[in-house]
């Protein structure tokens, strides 16, 4: 398994535990228990699930009244689209095991 491999499986895991953390604090919001940090979701994000937590976003109707959510994780997206294209596109080839 090369790199290329363990970083769509690592972006995947991540996106699945970003969408996974958007309904679980959703649910303990409705349940008025203990609830995840909006940090740590944004953390998530930061470290590439930001796709995971915009679908999570959507689908569970979660922190979309919160402009710093709204506009913070398509901002985040966006970063690190530009960061990858960035880095796709760069004329310095990276040592790939």
């Not at 491999?5 to 008025?32: E, P, Q, T, W």
């Not at 930001?50 to 109707?61: D, K």
Request: proline fraction near 3%; avoid cysteine; hydrophobic fraction near 60%.
């Amino acid at each position: 398994m090369n790199a290329i491999h363990l970083l769509i499986i690592y972006f995947i895991i991540i996106n699945l535990i970003s969408f996974m953390a958007m309904g679980i604090d959703k649910r303990r919001a409705v349940k008025h228990v203990w609830r995840i940090p909006e940090s740590t979701l944004f953390v998530l994000a930061i470290i590439g699930g930001s796709i995971g937590s915009i679908a999570g976003m959507q689908l569970f109707r979660h922190k979309t009244r919160h402009w710093y959510f709204v506009y913070g994780m398509p901002a985040i997206l966006i970063v690190q689209i530009i960061i990858t294209l960035a880095l796709v596109l760069s004329p310095i080839e990276f040592l790939v095991m």
